[in-house]
C-alpha cells in the first residue's frame, strides 16, 4: 500500500511540474507609432494563460534606422496572484535592469543606439494562469551624417555674410 501512495505521489508530482515548466511562451508583433522623421514610440502588453516559464518574442514594426531607443517593462502584483517575475528581457541583444521580485517590477532600458528591426525577447516565471506585464519604447531617430555637414555648412555661410556685413 505504502509503494502504491508512493507511486501516485510521484506522478502528481512530476505532472505539477511538468505543468508549472510548460508555460505559454508568445511570439508577436507590435506597431510603432510616429514616423523616422520626428521619431516612434509604442506601449504594449502581454498576457499569459498558463503558468510556467515563459519566453515571449515581441517584432517591433517598421524597422528603424540609426536611432537612440529607452525602454520599459513593468508588472504589477498587489492580491498576492496573477504574479509575473521576470528572469531577464533584452532588446536587439542589450539587457534590461530589473527591481528586485516583488509586488511590482521593474525593468528599464537606458537609451542605446539601435538600428533595424527591433525586436524584444522577454523570459519570465507565472505563478497563475492569467498573470500579464506591459513595456513601451520611444525610439528618437538620429541624423545621418550628412545633416550635420549641411547644418555646419550653412551655418559657416550665415557667419560669412555676418561677417561681410559688419565690415561694411
Known amino acids: 500500500m505504502k509503494l502504491k501512495s508512493f507511486f501516485i505521489g510521484t506522478v502528481l508530482a512530476a505532472a505539477s511540474m511538468s505543468s508549472y515548466a510548460a508555460g505559454d511562451s508568445q511570439v508577436l508583433g507590435f506597431s510603432l507609432s510616429g514616423n523616422p522623421v520626428i521619431g516612434y ?11 510556467g516559464t515563459f519566453t515571449d518574442v515581441i517584432t517591433f514594426s517598421p524597422s528603424v534606422g540609426p536611432s537612440v531607443l529607452d525602454g520599459w517593462l513593468q508588472t504589477m502584483n498587489l492580491s498576492g496572484g496573477h504574479d509575473i517575475d521576470f528572469i531577464s528581457a533584452s532588446l536587439n541583444g542589450n539587457a534590461l535592469t530589473f527591481t528586485p521580485a516583488g509586488a511590482v517590477e521593474i525593468g528599464t532600458l ?23 506585464y506591459s513595456g513601451g519604447l520611444n525610439v528618437n531617430p538620429v541624423p545621418e551624417p550628412e545633416t550635420y555637414i549641411m547644418m555646419l555648412g550653412g551655418l559657416g555661410i550665415l557667419s560669412f555674410i555676418g561677417r561681410r556685413r559688419k565690415k561694411s
Do not use: M, R, Y
Open 41 to 51: 514610440s509604442t506601449a504594449f502588453g502581454v498576457t499569459h494563460l498558463a503558468t
Open 110 to 132: 537606458n537609451p542605446v543606439w539601435v538600428t533595424g528591426p527591433l525586436v524584444l525577447t522577454v523570459k519570465g516565471v507565472t505563478n497563475s494562469v492569467t498573470a500579464s
